[in-house]
């Protein structure tokens, strides 16, 4: 089963916040009745987790609550949770999304970034393909949870179930009008090169993957007297 996970901008908006809630309990539902379908759940995978099992739970614990509740759900009921990513590659890729959200002035280091992230995608996203192949047994059933915008190759012997509640489309209209309207806010006032708007969007995500792995206590600079 692939599960569509949503970073969405944390903005203080009631109705964002709604919809995103609908989201989670009709996918949830949705995965209820797939798993009893296919005969159980065996594996679990999560972007962003470097570590399985209690240790991986107690990430997600730090850093996604609603993962946490519907992961640690699935595991209560014998479900195993997955190592899923290999952190030195998480950790590049992410280092590499942030250093292209910033305006570069030369065009040719653009384009060496956006080849060195595209190639850093590849590696992260072939790992998480080789973890699935390489856990997932004979007539098993498995569960992946990631991103919209992953770039996933499933081995050819692997059935994938696409998990897309109506509250799916409902979290993209309303993601899309709310980025329309903070870019017109933007629009009044200057012509950035990219939009806060965009830049939340994109701050969310990395956020997100970063609380999940781990490592965003790391990354903040100690304090000094």
């Known amino acids: 089963m692939l599960v569509p996970l949503i970073y969405g901008p944390q903005a203080d908006n009631a109705e964002g916040a ?9 996918m949830q539902t949705q995965v209820a009745a797939l798993e009893t379908a296919l005969g159980g759940l065996q594996h679990i995978y999560h972007e962003s987790l470097t570590v399985g099992g209690d240790e991986g739970l107690e990430q997600l614990g730090a850093a996604d609550q ?4 519907f992961i640690a759900g699935m595991a209560e009921g014998g479900a195993v949770l997955e190592a899923t990513e290999d952190m030195d590659v998480l950790l ?10 910033i305006p570069l002035a030369s065009t040719n280091v ?4 956006q080849e060195w992230h595209s190639d850093s995608n590849r590696q992260r996203y072939e790992h998480i393909a080789n973890q699935i192949d390489s ?4 007539n098993e059933t498995g569960l992946l949870m990631i991103s919209e915008r992953h770039q996933v190759q499933f081995p050819s012997d692997i059935e994938v179930f696409y998990v897309s509640p109506p509250a799916l ?6 993601l899309r009008n709310w980025t329309e309207q903070q870019q017109s806010a933007t629009a009044v006032e200057s012509e950035p090169t990219r939009t806060d708007a965009e830049v939340a ?3 969310d ?10 490592q965003d206590e790391a990354s903040e600079e100690p304090e000094t007297d």
């Open 205 to 214: 995500e990395i956020y997100g993957v970063e609380k999940a792995a781990g």
């Open 169 to 174: 489309d409902d979290y993209r209209r309303w």
């Open 18 to 26: 709604a919809v995103l809630q609908n989201y989670w309990e009709q």
């Open 135 to 138: 856990t997932l047994g004979e």
């Open 201 to 203: 969007v994109n701050d």
């Open 66 to 69: 609603r993962s946490h509740s």
């Open 110 to 113: 653009a384009s060496k970034l």
């Open 92 to 101: 590049e890729t992410l280092d590499l999304q942030r250093c292209m959200m």
